[in-house]
């Protein structure tokens, strides 16, 4: 089956950057649009960012201008660059394939982002 394994996540002070990575393994015959989300402690998990197999990128307002997505179909590798990053973006980041195919539909385990003042 379909499998994400994301990395990238970790500490960092206001203004600073990471950059996530969200690596699929598995049905290689699967199309997807690579979707992230994120998921703050006693918040509803929101919509982020997300990258189609074309390239066709789509972001929430709120990270819009200092989050790039981005994606290498030969490596089967969605990227989630961040900067300019704030507290309010501290969270648990997950990504996730959205695909016609039901077996082609996958949530990551999820990489921690912390985000200090």
């Known amino acids: 089956q379909l499998q994400l394994v994301e990395s990238g996540g970790g500490s960092v002070q206001a203004g600073g950057s990471l950059r996530l990575?969200?690596?699929?393994?598995?049905?290689?015959?699967?199309?997807?649009?690579?979707?992230?989300?994120?998921?703050?402690?006693?918040?509803?998990?929101?919509?982020?960012?997300?990258?189609?197999?074309?390239?066709?990128?789509?972001?929430?307002?709120?990270?819009?201008?200092?989050?790039?997505?981005?994606?290498?179909?030969?490596?089967?590798?969605?990227?989630?660059?961040?900067?300019?990053?704030?507290?309010?973006d501290t969270a648990m980041y997950y990504c996730k394939t959205e695909s016609s195919t039901w077996s082609c539909n996958r949530w990551g385990q999820g990489t921690q982002v912390t985000v200090s003042s």
């Open 21 to 88: 990575s969200c690596s699929a393994s598995g049905y290689t015959y699967c199309r997807y649009i690579m979707k992230w989300y994120r998921q703050a402690p006693g918040l509803e998990r929101e919509f982020v960012s997300s990258i189609s197999s074309d390239g066709r990128t789509s972001y929430a307002d709120s990270v819009n201008g200092r989050f790039t997505v981005s994606r290498d179909n030969a490596k089967n590798t969605a990227y989630l660059q961040m900067n300019s990053l704030k507290p309010e």
